[in-house]
Nanobody
Framework: VQLQASGGGTVQAGGSLRLACAGS????????MGWFRRPPGEERRFLAA????????FYADSVKGRFFISKDNAKNTVYLQMNSLSPEDTAVYYC???????????????????WGKGTLVTVSS
């Protein structure tokens, strides 16, 4: 499985940004997809995940109601819509793929099967 994230950039506080992650690979459809982020000086943390087959989603409480994960099966792409951004959202954002269904196992970043390269999001005040 190969993952390619895009959409990072600089946005003003209060603004929105949408990240995209394109996946490929022979077994790609078996995996759930998700997003993590690593703020400066901090560890990588889980944000959201979605099941590729049935669209079930799961969010970390820290972004629930503000970030939304979605998918486009035809494009093999998962999106992360981020709203009401604040400087605290500044981070490198990573997409990931794992066989685990969206849920608590996604909090364990060490168990994730595949990672994409990060994309930097900077929120200016």
């Amino acid at each position: 499985v190969q993952l390619q994230a895009s959409g990072g950039g600089t946005v003003q506080a209060g603004g929105s940004l949408r990240l995209a992650c394109a996946g490929s690979g022979r077994t790609f459809g078996r995996y759930s997809m998700g997003w993590f982020r690593r703020p400066p000086g901090e560890e990588r943390r889980f944000l959201a995940a979605i099941s590729w087959n049935d669209g079930v989603t799961f969010y970390a409480d820290s972004v629930k109601g503000r970030f939304f994960i979605s998918k486009d099966n035809a494009k093999n792409t998962v999106y992360l819509q981020m709203n009401s951004l604040s400087p605290e959202d500044t981070a490198v954002y990573y997409c990931a793929a794992d066989l685990a269904r969206p849920g608590n196992p996604w909090f364990n970043r060490y168990a994730i099967d595949y990672w994409g390269k990060g994309t930097l999001v900077t929120v200016s005040s």
